[in-house]
């Protein structure tokens, strides 16, 4: 059921490929959906979680200005600024 007032929630593992959820059984197959996932690796594991909010809340201004800063720099160095 969403939750409105409930914090974004990341998967722990993403195939760089498509960006996909990976889930997979403690045997290393891969399953579609978190039902799939044996009872003990469903209780006993964090699969998703808010792990990134910190990160995203006091780091994503200072490393967007960091990229901008560089960008200028290139330019510059390029001579299109």
């Known amino acids: 059921m969403a939750d409105p ?3 974004p929630l990341w998967a722990r593992f ?3 490929a498509d960006n996909s959820i990976v889930l997979a ?3 290393g197959k ?3 959906t978190y039902d799939q996932i044996a009872r003990e690796r469903r ?3 964090d ?4 792990w990134p909010a910190r990160l995203l809340a006091e780091e994503l201004a ?3 200005a960091r990229v901008a800063a560089a960008k200028i720099a290139q330019a510059r160095t390029l001579g299109l600024n």
């Open 25 to 27: 059984n403690r045997d």
């Open 14 to 16: 993403y195939d760089l």
């Open 62 to 64: 200072a490393w967007r």
């Open 47 to 50: 699969w998703y979680g808010d």
């Open 5 to 7: 007032l409930a914090p």
């Open 30 to 32: 891969r399953v579609a």
């Open 43 to 45: 209780t006993g594991y």
